[in-house]
């Protein structure tokens, strides 16, 4: 493994031996591994889960990182192109993420989306930039519309529960959330969970339709997989059958980048709150999965998070898991 | 040892145990003891001694460490129980924790007291509230009433220099400071030196009595040792034939929590600054304990600072060699 | 090697081991040479590059780092002598630097200049009174005079580049910049080019002349190697044959700490920024160095900084291996 930006670069083998390996790191710790080997954490935004969990990881493997916010630099890093420095930023990530990746034998980023125009954050110009400028393996921890480590740690969740693939029913719902949130998340999952072989419901409110791209391109990895994709805002039929919920909020696309028109979409889906009773129709032992971070009786309500449903713990620890073997596949023995 | 939340729960025998072999770490390094293991930080509150010294403990045997603290995350962490996150927080604790936890071999908490409520704070709640949400051995790295790391560093200190334990005089003495500080130190230190078998006299001036519950803790632990434990507002009674000055600062407790009646309370209180003048009648090589930080000119002269009796710098560092025997007694060969 | 502060406290031979050893650790890793070692990094101002570079080089060699800043201290740090501490910080450096040193094998100490008086930062105050606190190796992370870990990865660079020693002309040239920047860069470089023997200019504006003490010693240095030290305005002539050009902009020193009228003197001269024709009687290969981080389109064009002159990632690299080779010295087998 060279890379890791999309899991849709991955096929289904790969992303079967990498969980393989993922659960024997988990049951026979491998201590020196990666020996002398650094992994570069560059975010460009804040993190909990991904922050710990790598560092983990690489304590873990024998190895170490460091970590690089812009805070931490002088005046922040300056990203736009051909501009005459002369404002606060001191540095340009022209030269500070080769620098940062140099010191390296991988390097994690997360780039956020700027949330102003659908297009760009689809095309996922800051990762691919920042990308381009390192010379070793890149993983990333988080782009404007993708998140493979959070796919492959929730694959291997629902490997771990015995979630069944071909014939496995998943449910990506909107749920609501008072601010406009990155389509990362919600892009990755439907993919993963195509790819999974799964029957994937995306059932979202009228205006927070999954731009065509993402759909078009989880459809072929479903057709791939034996399964299949369809979008509704019918909860009721949605809702039938389904072996999981994941839940998520994420910004209306009829009007991106567009705050006040989004909050205006959104008003009046507070009821879009997962709660026992939309259980009621769905398997028996239906879980609930969601992301980290999560607004509890916003998203989700307390009954549920802290019931037998909730999974979204074993998510979170499948994380390092995941990145483990990440790391142990392109690291190992280079 | 699974846990280590407050000194009274281990017997003296197993504080000396601890002790020996944070003394034969400090002399026989075992760089490969804790190889792979990690050890997750988590601090509700700003540190310095105790963020340095437990990731250099664990580096030095051969494991490693991650730190996590509010700032970092998204929009700080929510610690009320039931609540509709629809405000800044973007995540509770109730995930927040367990995920940390989940990442690590053992967590260290920095909980501090919250200086509202007397009785709440001596409940510890905001630090059992969240010891009880991990699945893995928990360190108090500080709670609102407790600081066993602290006591255990204090103690090896004494054991160096060989202050006697039956029949040697420990003053925990109140110093003045601009602001009303935590009781964990204050409380942790008392019931360490009754725990020790020293005689403990409490000095401080009218209005900071401790309250009764560690007073009675710390007289029971003091009758198992063979020591004692009083209390008085007489300096020259007090710090006759001390081995030993230990200065700290804290609240009122007459007035907990109401900050302008504690300002009121030590007005004029500023003559509680340890000099010279306080050793006229100690033992000749009366030692000067502080848990730092410490206010320079405010709590102690920089002559006494500065001169032979002080072993501030010493306590400082048997922190990391008590921690190291408390991590290599969690996770060795686990 | 017990301490580095400033090259010039080491011979040629001792930079030449340095530097070989700084390259066997790049082809051939030592990943347990400093297992169970812990490196203290103290920051009194941010970092980029020295924040990663030393984390990176502690795990490359099996051991590991904690990192200090002010900012994480409860209320920031006290650095004034003999103060009554009735404000802000609640501790001071006295405290907190043996300490943090207390915790370590050694410690890496960066403080910047006040650049309030001249003579104050070429005595470099700040530094060697951390310094004198510490019972540990100390290495200068960058003082108000100094940065000898820089000049050790531009050795080596040049080395790298085959750049001749004796006989190759070696430009140091201030640069534009919006803000008034210290000396130590400007400083240890022109030392550094001096000690490895070559014809040392330093081409500067009017005002902007190098303290004497600073030119004295690299005169000196030059006259032990077999190399010069002249210093000009004069463009045309310092770049004539010149091998390198190392562009630099520091505070005005007819002016130092006066920052209106270190405005008004480097008003107009915002032509010093290096482009093509700056190459145009050089040696053809002549290179492009600077320490990083880089304002673009102010102190440098693009075309520059990404064209094959520039090798400002190459020595931003080499600070990680100079520093392994520092810290080998340092600590291997102690």
């Not at 034998?105 to 095309?123: K, M, Q, V």
């Not at 009007?255 to 939309?278: C, F, K, M």
């Not at 509890?296 to 073997?325: F, K």
């Amino acid at each position: 493994m060279k890379e890791l930006h999309d899991l849709a670069e991955l096929t289904a083998e790969q992303v079967e031996d990498l969980l393989a390996l993922a659960g024997r790191l988990q049951k026979r710790p491998e201590p020196r591994a990666l020996e002398g080997k650094v992994l570069a954490l560059l975010f460009m935004s804040p993190s909990l889960r991904t922050l710990a969990s790598f560092q983990a990881a690489m304590v873990r493997l024998g190895g170490g990182s460091f970590v690089i916010s812009p805070d931490m630099s002088i005046h922040g890093l300056e990203t736009r192109p051909g501009i005459v420095m002369d404002g606060m930023a001191a540095e340009h990530i022209r030269e500070a993420v080769p620098v940062i990746a140099s010191y390296a034998d991988a390097i994690g980023i997360r780039a956020f989306a700027e949330r102003r125009s659908l297009d760009h954050d689809l095309a996922d110009n800051e990762f691919n930039s920042m990308r381009a400028l390192c010379h070793v393996p890149v993983i990333n921890m988080e782009s404007a519309i993708n998140h493979p480590c959070q796919s492959l740690a929730d694959w291997k969740t629902m490997d771990d529960l015995a979630v069944p693939r071909n014939g496995g029913k998943f449910v990506l719902s909107w749920a609501y959330h008072p601010r406009a949130l990155p389509l990362a998340v919600p892009a990755a999952t439907v993919h993963m969970a195509a790819m999974r072989g799964m029957d994937v419901t995306v059932l979202r409110p009228d205006g927070f339709e999954l731009p065509d791209v993402i759909m078009d391109k989880a459809r072929s990895a479903a057709s791939a997989a034996g399964g299949s994709v369809t979008e509704t805002d019918d909860r009721g039929a949605a809702l039938e059958g389904a072996q999981i919920i994941y839940a998520k909020s994420w910004s209306s696309t009829r009007h991106y980048g567009n705050r006040v028109a989004d909050e205006e979409q959104r008003a009046g889906l507070d009821d879009w709150r997962v709660d026992e009773s939309w259980f009621a129709s769905t398997q028996p032992d239906c879980r609930f999965m969601h992301c980290l971070p999560v607004r509890r009786g916003v998203v989700v309500t307390d009954e549920i998070l802290d019931g037998p449903r909730s999974v979204v713990i074993q998510e979170a620890q499948n994380r390092m898991y995941a990145q483990m073997a990440v790391l142990h596949q392109m690291l190992a023995g280079k």
